[in-house]
T-cell receptor, first 114, second 110 residues
Framework: KAGVTQTPRYLIKTRGQQVTLSCSPI?????VSWYQQTPGQGLQFLFE???????NKGNFPGRFSGRQFSNSRSEMNVSTLELGDSALYLC?????????????FGQGTRLTVV | GQNIDQPTEMTATEGAIVQINCTYQ??????LFWYQQHAGEAPTFLSY????GLEEKGRFSSFLSRSKGYSYLLLKELQMKDSASYLC???????????FGAGTTVTVRA
């Protein structure tokens, strides 16, 4: 069965622009979480969606937003991009977001802001 | 909040054993996960501990002590392909999110 698919894999944007990243979870998985990974900060939790509802949110500014569709695919949007937003953005899906189920990660989108 | 600490780097020889420690101080706890991440790739699940004790899975084992807020990942019979970053993550029972440590980069030398 197909894994978690993230598009695009690489993206270059300029400061002030906005960007939308996409994540298609494993078929049947209803929970999608987004993480930002940078060399200095490691993996930082952005938000989690379950059945089209944002269930949890990390400590990121309002420029970071997301949504989930009825087919469980999720998008995240970053507006007014800053240089510090350059990072690897990973999404992870799990069966129901239950406490003891592992999360499966996509390959990530490498965003570079210039 | 969550505070998760693990060493930044470790180096070991092919065929040897390496133990990666992870200590955590969290407001809630419902399981500790270990992930492996090769450079430029997605993290992949290695193990999950929710009760105290040792979980063995082939060459990899993971241990948990909830009273000490401590876990370790043991890699035996190291192979060159084990060179990667190893991430310790704790799940909060209140909000389902995983909080990750900064990761330990393991380098296996011939």
């Amino acid at each position: 069965k197909a894994g978690v698919t993230q598009t695009p894999r690489y993206l270059i944007k300029t400061r002030g622009q906005q960007v939308t990243l996409s994540c298609s979870p494993i078929s049947g998985h209803r929970s999608v979480s987004w993480y930002q990974q940078t060399p200095g900060q490691g993996l930082q939790f952005l938000f989690e969606y379950f059945s089209e509802t944002q269930r949890n949110k990390g400590n990121f500014p309002g420029r970071f937003s997301g949504r989930q569709f009825s087919n469980s695919r999720s998008e995240m949007n970053v507006s007014t991009l800053e240089l510090g937003d350059s990072a690897l953005y990973l999404c992870a899906s799990s069966l129901q977001g239950a406490l003891n189920t592992e999360a499966f990660f996509g390959q990530g989108t490498r965003l570079t802001v210039v | 909040g969550q505070n998760i600490d693990q060493p930044t780097e470790m180096t070991a020889t092919e065929g040897a054993i390496v133990q990666i420690n992870c200590t955590y101080q969290t407001s809630g706890f419902n399981g500790l996960f270990w992930y492996q991440q090769h450079a430029g790739e997605a993290p992949t699940f290695l193990s999950y501990n929710v009760l105290d004790g040792l979980e063995e899975k082939g060459r990899f084992s993971s241990f948990l002590s909830r009273s000490k807020g401590y876990s370790y990942l043991l890699l035996k019979e190291l192979q060159m392909k084990d060179s990667a970053s190893y991430l310790c993550a704790v799940r909060d029972p209140n909000d389902y999110k995983l909080s990750f440590g900064a990761g330990t980069t393991v380098t296996v030398r011939a």
